[in-house]
C-alpha cells in the first residue's frame, strides 16, 4: 500500500483559490490512479477528480469541472487540486485516494486513503 498524506486546506472566501497537496510515500507512485474526494458533513464521501498513472488522462464532477484542475508530478511522488473559483458548497473534507484499477469515480476502487484536509469556503 502507499501511505498518502494531505496538505493545502484551509478558510476561504468564496470567489477565492486553494491548492491542496497529497504526498505519497511508499509503493511506486507511478503505479497509482489518484484521485481526490470530499465529504461534508452528513453526507456521502463523494467523487471530485481523477487522474491516470500518467497524467494524460483525468476525470471530472460536473459539479467541479471547469473550476477544479487535477495534476500530478510523479517525480515529487505528489498530487494537486487546484480548486479556483470556490463555493461555499465546496465545503468539506478533502480526501486523496490511490488505485490500481484505472481512472475512476468510484470510491470501491481506491485501495489508500489520506486522513483528509479541511476546506472551509465563507459566503
Known amino acids: 500500500q502507499v501511505q498518502l498524506v494531505e496538505s493545502g486546506g484551509g478558510l476561504v472566501q468564496a470567489g477565492g483559490s486553494l491548492r491542496l497537496s497529497c504526498a505519497a510515500s511508499g509503493r511506486t507512485f507511478t503505479s497509482y490512479t489518484m484521485g481526490w474526494f470530499r465529504q461534508a458533513p452528513g453526507k456521502e464521501r463523494d467523487f471530485v477528480a481523477a487522474i491516470s498513472w500518467s497524467g494524460g488522462g483525468t476525470y471530472y464532477a460536473d459539479s467541479v469541472k471547469g473550476r477544479f484542475t487535477i495534476s500530478r508530478d510523479n517525480a515529487k511522488n505528489t498530487v494537486y487540486l487546484q480548486m479556483n473559483s470556490l463555493k461555499p458548497e465546496d465545503t468539506a473534507v478533502y480526501y486523496c485516494?490511490?488505485?490500481?484499477?484505472?481512472?475512476?469515480?468510484?470510491?470501491?476502487?481506491?485501495?489508500?486513503w489520506g486522513q483528509g484536509t479541511q476546506v472551509t469556503v465563507s459566503s
Open positions: 485516494a490511490a488505485g490500481y484499477r484505472g481512472v475512476s469515480s468510484v470510491r470501491q476502487n481506491y485501495d489508500s
